[in-house]
Structure formats: structure tokens, C-alpha cells
């Protein structure tokens, strides 16, 4: 690997010239600017970035700590932050916690100590290990998603109540009344959320979320699946279902279609993400759009502001989420019909 010495020599100027010429310190001639740049291309020479830190006190990288990045939902957030991060010259570095607690703490301590410029979090269930570790950092923070009470800093996330609220409310208006929820882990934030926004919407409507139509369950495709399958072998089992994901979703439509349960005939299925399989499902899937990708631009450029020093109040701000109505819901059988209590 060609060293800024070797450079130099090459061009026959001095070292401090060819950092001149990288870094736009010192005004240089274009003749020598022009010398420099070809033999920099020439020998494929890369400038230190832990050499260039040092000097400016900037790294030019983000930091981006996520509970686990093999779910979609991540991947679309993590592609917001990384477009918004190169179109203004920074990359980002991950550590991924694979819904572990100490793992993530852990990854989140080698971010730091790489020098990034500044973090983007989503704590989710890892909210309370993190929040001492946070709570004594200098870098610029910003919390994505899950806030965190304890830690002082911005904060953008999803609007999980009201999307709860958006696809129960779509059932209850179908005219379903034995309506089930397929929720995530208990520990998980984002699925009690949604599932609060559930409650609501059935309160709404004079109803409650009967405790055997709740079914907590990993916030995978077999997660969905297995409790589905619980809820359709019930004696009264639900004419609709929300998920809590698409994930879960999907796992709920195969095991209807196991079950010889047509969807939406016998059951309405709704999920939440609107992940782009979503719409490729047999049936396509009804659910709930975020602002994922958004919300990773709007990230990128709120922590780009706190890294140049902006001095604006806290920013705290829910993105809400958009219901996609496709083929997977529609009105229950007419003896399924009832009239919601308290109408």
C-alpha cells in the first residue's frame, strides 16, 4: 500500500504538500495540485482516515447501532441513513446487537471508540443496558424509533400506536367484531405500542380485545404462523387478525391457507410495514406503510446538524404511518356480522 511519502517523492514535492493538496489547507499551485492528484491516482493511495481524524477531530462516519439487522424493517431504515450519509460526504459504520442486550452495549462501546462522529441508536428492548452507557457520552446522539427517557437527546420514530389503531379501525369499519392481534415479544416496544393502538380502536367501537385472541410470538414469519394456527383452532376462532408485522403476516396467510381458511372470505389478515413482499403475497397483503426510509434521511441530516454544531431545541418528532388496503381484507360472512357493544 503507497504511504503520503512515497507520494510525495513520486511528485517530487514534500509531504506537507501532498496533505496540502488532500486535505485543501494551503492554497497550491494547479500545476503541482494537478501532479499530486495523478500520482495519487497512479498509485492507488488512500488517505488514512484515523491520521485524518486525529488532525481534524472528524472521522466523517456515523455510527449506526440496530437491535438486529437481518429484519427488513432495519434494512429499509439503515438505506435512508447511508444514502442521506453519502450525498454529504459521510459513511457509516454498524454494529448489530442480534437482539442481544450486552452484545449490542458492547458494539456500541467499539463504535464510540472508533472515533465516530456521531450515533444514530435504535435501542429497542436494549433501552434500559443502554441508557447508562449514553448518558455519559460527548458524542451527538440521535435516537431512532424507541426513545429513551433517561438520555437527553433527539429523538425521530414511527408512529406504532397509530398504526395499531390505523388496521384495527379498518376491520372494525369491515364490520368485524372478533378481531385478534398477533404481537411480537412482550419485551419488544414497538409491538406493545401497536398493540395499545389496537385497544384503542376497539374501545372506539365498544369493544375489547378478548385475552385468547392475543397471541404473542417471535416477530418472524414462523412467529405468525404458529399463532395464527393457535387462533384459527379455537372453538370461536376471529374473523380478522392484525400483525404486528408483515413478517407475521405472511406466516398467518400460510397457515389460513393450511387450515383451508379463505382469506378474506373467513379471515381478514392485516399486517404493518408494508415490506415489498407485502404486495407479492397470494393474497396481497393489507397493511400498514412507514416511513422507514424517511425517517433514516431525516436522521442523517438532524445528526449532520448536531455534528456542526447546530444549537436548535430538542427535536422530537412520530412519522405516522399510511393504511395500504389490498386483498387480504374485506367484510366477515353476514352471520359473523354483530352490532359493536354500546352503538
Same mark, same amino acid.
Given at each position: 500500500m503507497a504511504t503520503m511519502k512515497q507520494v510525495a517523492q513520486r511528485a517530487g514535492v514534500s509531504t506537507s504538500t501532498v496533505s496540502h493538496v488532500i486535505n485543501n489547507t494551503r492554497? +497550491?499551485?494547479?500545476d503541482v495540485r494537478t501532479r499530486v492528484l495523478a500520482v495519487i491516482d497512479e498509485m492507488h493511495y488512500i488517505p488514512s482516515a484515523v491520521a485524518r481524524s486525529l488532525k481534524n477531530d472528524k472521522t466523517r462516519t456515523i455510527g449506526?447501532?440496530?437491535?438486529?439487522?437481518?429484519?427488513?424493517?432495519?434494512?429499509?431504515l439503515l438505506r435512508g441513513i447511508e444514502d442521506a450519509a453519502f450525498e454529504v460526504g459521510y459513511t457509516i459504520m454498524l454494529g448489530n446487537g442480534y437482539e442481544d442486550p450486552q452484545r449490542q452495549a458492547a458494539h456500541l462501546r467499539s463504535l464510540i471508540e472508533k472515533r465516530i462522529d456521531g450515533l444514530v441508536l435504535v435501542a429497542g428492548a436494549a433501552r434500559d443496558e443502554l441508557a447508562p452507557l449514553l448518558a455519559a457520552q460527548r458524542v451527538p446522539i440521535v435516537l431512532a424509533d424507541h426513545d429513551?427517557?433517561?438520555v437527553d437527546t433527539?429523538?425521530?420514530?414511527?408512529?406504532h400506536e397509530q398504526t395499531g389503531y390505523l388496521a384495527t379501525r379498518h376491520? +372494525?369499519?369491515l364490520g368485524h367484531r372478533r378481531i385478534a392481534c398477533i404481537a411480537g415479544p412482550r419485551a419488544q416496544p414497538a409491538g406493545q405500542e401497536r398493540l395499545a393502538g389496537v385497544r384503542r380502536a376497539l374501545a372506539e367501537a365498544g369493544l375489547q380485545l378478548d385475552p385468547a385472541h392475543l397471541v404473542h410470538g417471535e416477530p418472524d414469519c414462523e412467529g405468525g404462523h404458529d399463532a395464527a394456527r393457535a387462533l384459527l383452532a379455537l372453538a370461536l376462532p376471529p374473523t380478522a387478525l392484525f400483525a404486528c408485522n408483515d413478517l407475521m403476516a405472511l406466516g398467518a396467510l400460510c397457515a389460513a391457507q393450511e387450515a383451508g381458511?379463505?382469506?378474506?372470505?373467513?379471515?381478514s389478515v392485516v399486517g404493518a410495514d408494508d415490506l415489498g413482499m407485502a404486495a407479492f403475497a397470494m393474497p396481497r397483503l393489507t397493511t400498514v406503510a412507514q416511513p422507514t426510509y424517511a425517517?433514516?434521511?431525516?436522521?442523517?441530516a438532524l445528526l449532520i446538524d448536531r455534528i456542526g454544531g447546530g444549537s436548535l431545541p430538542r427535536h422530537r418528532e412520530r412519522l405516522p404511518g399510511r393504511l395500504v388496503v389490498r386483498q387480504s381484507s374485506g367484510r366477515p360472512q353476514e352471520h359473523e356480522v354483530l352490532a359493536p357493544t354500546g352503538t
Open positions: 492554497a +497550491v499551485s494547479e449506526v447501532s440496530v437491535p438486529d439487522n437481518t429484519n427488513p424493517g432495519f434494512a429499509e429513551i427517557a433517561a433527539d429523538f425521530i420514530g414511527l408512529d376491520l +372494525v369499519e381458511v379463505a382469506v378474506p372470505g373467513q379471515l425517517m433514516g434521511r431525516r436522521l442523517t
